[in-house]
């Protein structure tokens, strides 16, 4: 005798779709984790291998760390990345390791001819040809997105003397005027403390200064950061390269010098990981 087949009914067949749509559901969140990991992974070894650039450029260059950026004709033309970029390698895979892949395309740093020749300047900044689009914040107030920060200026970069890693390079063709000679590069010996300074991580990303880092801007409500500083890049935390090239995760809450409510020793803590002097001057006053 034939048996007939019998088929699922219409409440099995709900049931089943209900229980696999609880499982995507649950197993969802993990699978985000697990790729935001990768992309944390990656980042890290993008920050391991800026380390050993940066380390190549102190033994050539008397233990000077490549500064901030400089302030030529047309803006300001970014110094630290494309005088790291020398040790890494020619061409576009150098430039890749300063893009962090939990960023948007754009934030990365595409090699490509400029529309016009860049300050002569700009090859003691590491371009290596002057028709290069370069990193460039113009006149203009053109946006320039970029996934790294670099303790340039330290707590308070306007002020004497100077506190972060150099915030304006010197220049043959344009060297600093005296009474700012104190914002030029600085040198590894300078760093008190290089295993708890900042040096680069990752940045707010907003596209204005995403190069720099100012610790002491205002706080932004919405985020409880400053504009330009340590971002929320990876669940939440950041990767940071502290003065001593060593790479760790951070929160980047525990870093803004405005935050309300810390208490001045805090306060003091927090200035001290961004001031090369290992101290934070006259904490009050903000100087």
Known sequence: MKKSLRGFTLIELLVVIAIIALLISMLLPNLRQARETARMIVSQANLKQQGLAIFGYHNENKEYWPGDHFEGSGGSWIAWAPRMRQYMGQGQKAADVFYCPSTPKEFKWVLKKGTKSMPQSCLELGYTDLDEAGLNYSLSGSKLFFGYG?????????????????????????????GDKFMKEAKQSEVIFPNR?????????????????????????????????????????????????SVKMVDPLDFPINSKGISTEEKQKRIEQWNRQGKAFDVDAGH
């Open 197 to 245: 300074m900042v040096a680069i991580g990752d940045s707010t990303a907003s596209g204005n200064w995403d190069t720099s880092f100012f610790p002491r801007d205002p706080i932004n409500p919405n985020t409880g950061l400053p504009a330009h500083h340590l971002g929320k890049r990876h669940l939440g935390r950041s990767n940071l390269m502290v003065a001593d090239f």
């Open 150 to 178: 670099y303790n340039g200026g330290g707590a308070e970069w306007t002020l004497a003397p100077g506190r972060g890693l150099g915030e304006h390079t010197e220049s043959k063709y344009k060297p600093l005027p005296a």
